[in-house]
């Protein structure tokens, strides 16, 4: 039995992860920060199906809450076998209006959370020579997005660290790949209306919008040992709207 950890994982994309890895017999940790309800939910739903989980509150985006997070994994499961960076947020503003606050929380909750829990992850995988690091990215860190520039630039450099990292750990046998997300009907579009989404859906030549699901199935293909021998990719989840 592996353990997972999903950062961010009490809804949609993550909470579609945790469902998944916990239905093959996986370990699933649960990561939350404000949404406890929907955390515990998820965790009583993954129990009572027979499934094994556990569900941890922690910032990601303070290197403290994540030491300690990572400290009581190791006291309880030695370490972490996958590790899911999902936790992040979305906002949009156009540049002139971004402060100095939103690019900060931006950038710490998005990517330095990536950063501080590989970091945190990598020594038990290195021990082992063993280990799956799936960061999610998004179509907007590829191409850039309008009234979205801090969005962009953190998810960018998800894929920038993904693909020096996996460089550097790839001789201890640990992969670490990308998933860069399209337009997926999740809560980050609640702010969209009906229009906007009918809009989406024309400019994606699935003429569709992805479900968390959709975005699952590839983090658990690239945590399987089917999928060894690749590492340092992006792979855009995204209905050909981004190619």
Request: hydrophobic share 40%; aromatic share 6%.
């Amino acid at each position: 039995m592996r353990n997972i950890l999903i950062t961010g994982s009490s809804r949609g994309i993550g909470a579609a992860a945790a469902r998944l890895f916990s239905l093959s017999g996986d370990n699933v940790i649960i990561n939350f920060n404000h949404s406890d309800v929907s955390a515990h939910k998820l965790y009583n739903e993954i129990i009572s199906n027979g499934c094994h989980a556990d569900i941890i509150k922690a910032d990601v985006s303070d290197p403290d809450d994540v030491k300690k997070m990572f400290a009581f994994i190791e006291e309880r499961y030695n370490g972490v076998d996958v590790l899911v960076n999902n936790a992040g947020i979305a906002q949009t503003k156009l540049f002139t209006d971004i402060t100095n606050q939103d690019w900060n929380i931006m950038l710490s909750t998005n990517l330095s959370s990536v950063f501080y829990c590989c970091r945190s992850a990598l020594p038990y995988m290195i021990r082992k020579k063993n280990g799956r690091i799936i960061n999610i990215s998004s179509m907007w860190g590829q191409v850039g997005g309008s009234c979205e520039v801090h969005y962009s630039a953190a998810k960018a450099g998800i894929i920038g660290l993904t693909k020096a990292l996996a460089s550097e750990v790839g001789p201890s046998g640990i992969t670490v790949n990308c998933v860069a997300p399209g337009v997926i009907q999740t809560e980050m579009l609640s702010g969209l209306s009906r229009s906007d989404l009918d809009a989406l859906k024309e400019e994606t030549p699935t003429g569709t919008l992805g479900s968390p699901e959709d975005i699952a199935r590839t983090v658990f293909f690239l945590a399987q040992e089917d999928s060894s021998f690749i590492t340092g990719q992006v792979i855009g989840v995204n209905g050909g709207i981004v190619m």
